[in-house]
């Protein structure tokens, strides 16, 4: 037996039967682990591009639809009592249309944040898995040091799109959409104090 798991994984096989099978199985491995380091520069380079372009539009995009939801909203409570309930119905929708469009634009943008973010933790479990196979040779080890350099590479580099670096889009900023009345603690955590 040339390589073998230390534990038992179903879905993996228990050994080799050449030394062959296993130089295949890690050259197959380190060709993926350079094509996904690769793939993620790639995608760095892409936010970082869209940052540059459209930084401003998403920027725009928000304020004038955070602002309008404002002004609805202000409209809701400092109206009059005598306007008919068709107004009213405008004006709730209005707030609820474009307070949920604030919402929805950013899911794609926050998705892209959150995968990103969990891309260390994906690579770390794949460090312990190579890490629990045995080899006869130390091809494994330069495997599993590039795998930690791609898991640290993951880590501090992590994918993001924003407004002009007033706005980022990540989970805690859905959250703060929600809270329309809470501009104070959403410009202190936007600042890093809280």
């Known amino acids: 037996m040339f ?3 230390d534990n038992t994984n ?3 096989p228990s050994s080799f039967s050449t030394a062959a099978e296993c130089a295949g199985l890690l050259s197959q491995t380190q060709d993926k682990l350079h094509h996904w380091t690769r793939q993620h520069f790639i995608l760095c380079d892409f936010a970082e591009h869209l940052n540059a372009r ?3 539009i998403f920027l725009a995009i928000f304020s004038l639809d955070y602002v309008t939801a ?3 909203a202000s409209r809701l409570v400092f109206g009059s009592a005598d306007r008919p309930v068709v107004w009213y119905a405008f004006a709730v929708s209005s707030v609820v249309l474009f307070g949920s469009y604030i919402t929805l634009m950013a899911f794609p943008l926050v998705r892209l944040n959150d995968t990103s973010r969990a891309l260390p933790r994906i690579i770390h479990a ?3 898995a190579v890490g629990n196979l045995k080899f006869d040779g130390k091809n494994e080890f330069h495997l599993e040091n590039n795998l930690r350099r791609f898991e640290d590479c993951c880590r501090s580099n992590v994918l993001s ?3 002009q670096q007033f706005i980022e889009y990540t989970r ?3 959250a703060r959409t929600r809270d329309d009345g809470k ?3 959403w410009a202190c955590v936007q600042a890093g104090w809280l």
């Open 3 to 5: 390589c073998h798991l």
């Open 10 to 12: 179903r879905n993996a």
């Open 54 to 56: 459209f930084g401003g």
């Open 70 to 72: 404002l002004c609805f």
């Open 126 to 128: 794949l460090v312990a």
């Open 161 to 163: 799109l924003h407004g």
């Open 172 to 174: 805690p900023f859905l």
């Open 183 to 185: 501009i104070e603690a």
